[in-house]
């Protein structure tokens, strides 16, 4: 039987007269990956910084393994783990220093050691000294999976996680999520690169004007598929 880990509930968005999210009713269950796909606007980066807490919806309610979002606060941070546009790396700390700022942040055991077997995995531990304004946005990406990687959250919300990887750290970046996904972890993806999200997936969720319109097997969905959605919309 499938466990609720994050349950939306009539949850609406406004800015203005402008509605983002409209009545969005979703569960998101434990040991689930989910593609999410729509074009620019429909509302995808809004719902995912909901889900992160990073923003209040204007109605509607959600929970967190069945306990209400601001009674849930404290265990819904430790569990989600974040990719975005974004790196949230401090550009005048080293690799190493960053990983052990968010390791202490999450209390993680054997620091030092994780450290080294978190670079080691992203193949950065030769830049480990080096600052992180020096990096290229490729090897910023792989810093930040690394961050990952060090403090093994449940519950990965990863928004264009493919962008600035080559080839090589894609392949990396696709172990990590395999593994993390077979030992029971819970992914949310928001990506273009349909191939790539749809390996991983076993649920696809397609957004348009604030809905969510499509939600159906990734089983049952090819990359054309995906494109024609988002050409039909």
Not at 35 to 61: D, F
Not at 109 to 120: S, T
Request: hydrophobic share 35%.
């Amino acid at each position: 039987m499938k466990t609720p880990l994050i349950t939306l509930d009539k949850v609406s968005k406004r800015f203005g007269y402008r509605n983002v999210l409209q009545n969005i009713d979703l569960t998101i269950y434990s040991g689930e990956s989910t593609l999410l796909l729509g074009n620019n606007g429909a509302g995808k980066t809004t719902l995912l910084q909901i889900i992160c807490s990073l923003m209040r919806p204007s109605s509607g309610s959600i929970s967190f393994k069945g306990n209400n979002y601001k009674e849930a606060a404290h265990h819904l941070r430790k569990a989600i783990g974040n990719i975005s546009h974004e790196s949230r790396m401090y550009g005048d700390l080293t690799a190493f220093e960053n990983l052990k700022l968010f390791g202490n942040l999450y209390s993680v055991e054997n620091l030092p050691e994780q450290i080294e077997k978190a670079l080691d995995f992203v193949e950065l531990s030769y830049a480990k000294h080096l600052p992180v304004h020096t990096f290229s946005s490729g090897m910023t990406k792989r810093l930040t999976i690394a961050r990952l990687i060090l403090y093994k959250p449940e519950f990965l919300i990863l928004d264009e996680p493919y962008t600035g990887l080559d080839q090589h750290s894609v392949r990396l970046f696709q172990q990590y999520l395999k593994q993390h996904h077979q030992n029971g972890g819970t992914i949310l993806n928001v990506t273009h690169q349909f191939p790539l999200g749809l390996e991983l997936s076993n649920r696809v969720l397609v957004m348009h004007q604030s809905q969510i319109l499509h939600d159906v097997p990734a089983s049952q969905t090819s990359p054309e598929q995906c494109s024609l959605w988002l050409q039909q919309n």
